[in-house]
């Protein structure tokens, strides 16, 4: 056929001698599919170009509505080489979500197209790895295909990593992180090997998993292994890993799970198709450690242990209703697997907080929903925020207090009429818990505020649905001071009147003082640098009191140690504080009658080889550090206060993490 029949737009990076631009980073060892997905449009479609031209005669190309991922993608038109008279269009679509609707739109151009004529055949092909929920869709369009004579077929990544397997000088120019030799290798791909290799890895045999380990070693990647052998997925607010001993799914904390959790699949034979169910309560509290810590219970509280030094020894891990047991590199594998989830998992805490405007507030399980707690007020003061809502009903008038859906248990915040401060419609649910322990006490209530639907894309903002910090400052600012005008008036114009200006007085001060509300927001050191507001001495008071409650526990590097080591010398310089105390909590070997002395034995320490000190020994450091500034900050001079707080990061950082971590746990 001659080409004239067809279009001819070939762009400038499709053609023989065109430049590639391979995808960065390393392909998983074995058997899985590329991941096409993370090419860029102009990269696809060379790929597609090269590829097809191996078996095809390509006698054209069209642009679909210009190259690109959002724009369309192109047409190739060819014939197979060994067939001259069926014309096959190809339509390649680098998209970064490719749905129902665009499968059915990109099939209904193609038979209005001139191009649609009977015997033709049309090729799809898509860069993600399945086509999920699009099979549906995709069978709908090859009925309508076949009505016009027409051959459909819907190829994927996992078509195309097999078609690529025929072509190594393809696969090394677009994925030059695979090893060729081994992903091509027919005779492999027959018998399964990557599979069998898979499972000889994880063998309950350590003679087996030695010969894995060996034939691993022989190919050069004793240093990549991991990273070959290991698969991280993640979708919205799911993210799973896939290694050869452990395989983790987790469902994230979002705007419609405000409570995530984990599935945990230890792979031995022994306990094949066995997966741990966790709530996010347990695993924050016993899975989640700091990054690099070592494999001991004392920072990975699932660890019965202990670790054995023996070779092929077995460690016993408890997973909140289960104890298995795994081996040491076993063990090795689930750290480092919950090392990368622990950040993932941190992250998606921040982002529900900061979505809902809650840094720093508790969240509160009440049976399957969440609420957030904001303050603490006294149930008199409670009932009088449900009488004054109930006597200013949203119908009941057109005042600017008339802001209510009256009810008898909690106070909806709700307008019907054209309003200064709102939108119409509900802005804010405030309820009262009395079952929280330590955040309600004595004649005292628990005021909680509700997300929005959380399974409507629902954007917060003031005219709208008050944020959580919003409603807190509303309250304050705003409800109460109203309420108590209310009350007030109602009382003054019951006496005389000239007593009115004198009980108005009095009643406005005895309003203030009842009305003083106890908030439930910690704010994190590190945000804003929370930390300078505060100034050294409080920050250094409060990192004490926090130390050592909570999850994870504190694991800090060599380097890290010397630093605060260094801070305390810092401190010690200024030659204040009680000498014999501040010995007792550095616990120096000699006696020490000086400031000096002190700094002297502490760079003897620094010399050492330091160990990761324990919660205690950190507590007694900062101790240390109070007595020595002696009750005052001030006396520092800036440069020094800089270092000393460079010396604390650590300890500030772990401190936010175990404040984050209760919020999200405590309560649920």
Not at 619 to 634: F, H, K, V
Request: hydrophobic share 40%.
């Amino acid at each position: 056929m001659p080409n004239h029949r067809f279009p001819q737009d070939f762009p400038p990076h499709i053609g023989p001698f065109a430049p590639t631009e391979p995808v960065s980073g390393s392909a998983p060892l074995g058997n899985h599919p590329l991941k096409f997905e993370d090419m860029n449009a102009p990269q696809f479609e060379q790929f597609c170009w090269w590829l097809l031209q191996r078996d095809h005669d390509i006698e054209g190309c069209q642009l679909i509505g210009g190259s690109g991922r959002k724009q369309g993608g192109i047409d190739l038109f060819a014939y197979a080489q060994n067939d001259k008279t069926q014309l096959i269009v190809f339509e390649c679509k680098c998209w970064e979500s490719f749905t129902s609707t665009k499968l059915a739109k990109a099939v209904e151009l193609f038979l209005a197209g001139p191009w649609a004529t009977p015997g033709t055949r049309f090729v799809l092909i898509v860069a993600q790895q399945s086509i999920g929920q699009l099979s549906k869709a995709w069978d709908e369009a090859r009925k309508e295909l076949r009505v016009r004579k027409i051959v459909g077929e819907l190829w994927t990544g996992v078509h195309l990593t097999e078609r690529i397997r025929l072509h190594p000088d393809i696969l090394s120019r677009f994925f030059p992180g695979v090893d060729a030799d081994m992903y091509c290798n027919e005779w492999m791909r027959r018998v399964d090997f990557w599979m069998q290799l898979q499972k000889a890895l994880v063998d309950e045999r350590h003679v087996v998993r030695r010969i894995a380990q060996e034939f691993l070693g022989q190919k050069g990647r004793e240093d990549e292994t991991e990273s070959h052998l290991e698969k991280i997925y993640s979708y919205e607010n799911n993210w799973s890993i896939e290694s050869p001993w452990i395989h983790i799914d987790a469902l994230l904390p979002s705007k419609r799970f405000f409570s995530g959790s984990i599935g945990i699949v230890v792979k031995k034979p022994s306990t094949s198709g066995f997966t741990v169910a966790l709530s996010q309560e347990w695993l924050l509290k016993n899975l989640f450690a700091h990054a690099g810590a070592p494999a001991e219970h004392a920072y990975r509280p699932f660890i019965v242990g202990p670790v054995s030094l023996q070779p092929n020894s077995e460690i016993t891990i408890d997973l909140h209703s289960a104890r298995l047991q795994i081996p040491s590199d076993g063990l090795d594998a689930m750290c480092s697997a919950l090392d990368k989830l622990a950040p993932v998992y941190t992250d998606a805490l921040h982002a529900l907080d900061q979505r809902w405007g809650a840094q720093g507030f508790p969240f509160i399980g009440r049976g399957s929903d969440t609420v957030i707690a904001i303050c603490t007020v006294p149930t008199q003061l409670w009932n009088q925020m449900l009488s004054f809502a109930r006597a200013h009903d949203a119908d009941a008038g057109d005042g600017n207090w008339n802001i209510f859906d009256a009810n008898q248990h909690y106070v909806k915040v709700y307008t019907t009429k054209p309003h200064p401060d709102f939108d119409r419609g509900y802005h804010a649910f405030i309820r009262a818990r009395t079952d929280l322990e330590g955040l309600s006490y004595g004649d005292n209530v628990v005021l909680t505020w509700d997300p929005p639907n959380s399974f409507e894309d629902f954007e917060l903002a003031t005219r709208q649905w008050m944020s959580c910090a919003e409603t807190l400052t509303w309250i304050r600012e705003k409800f109460l001071p109203a309420i108590g005008q209310w009350l007030i008036e109602g009382e003054v114009n019951a006496s005389w009147p000239w007593r009115r200006p004198g009980r108005r007085r009095m009643l406005t001060r005895l309003w203030a003082e009842q009305t003083r509300i106890s908030e439930h927001r910690k704010l994190s050191l590190l945000e804003d640098e929370h930390y300078r507001t505060l100034g050294l001495l409080a920050t250094i008071e409060e990192l004490q009191n926090n130390m050592g409650h909570g999850a994870p526990q504190l694991y800090l590097t060599p380097s890290e140690t010397r630093e605060l080591y260094l801070g305390v010398i810092t401190i010690m310089q200024g030659e204040r504080g009680h000498i014999p105390y501040i010995s007792s909590n550095l616990s120096l070997r000699q006696e020490c009658h000086s400031h000096s002395e002190i700094i002297q034995a502490l760079k003897e320490r620094i010399q050492e080889n330091l160990s990761p000190p324990s919660a205690y020994a950190v507590r007694c450091l900062l101790s240390a550090m109070l007595e020595g500034l002696n009750d005052d900050d001030d006396w520092l001079p800036a440069p020094e206060v800089e270092f000393v707080y460079s010396s604390l990061k650590p300890l500030i950082s772990h401190h936010d993490l175990v404040q984050l971590f209760e919020r999200h746990s405590r309560w649920m």
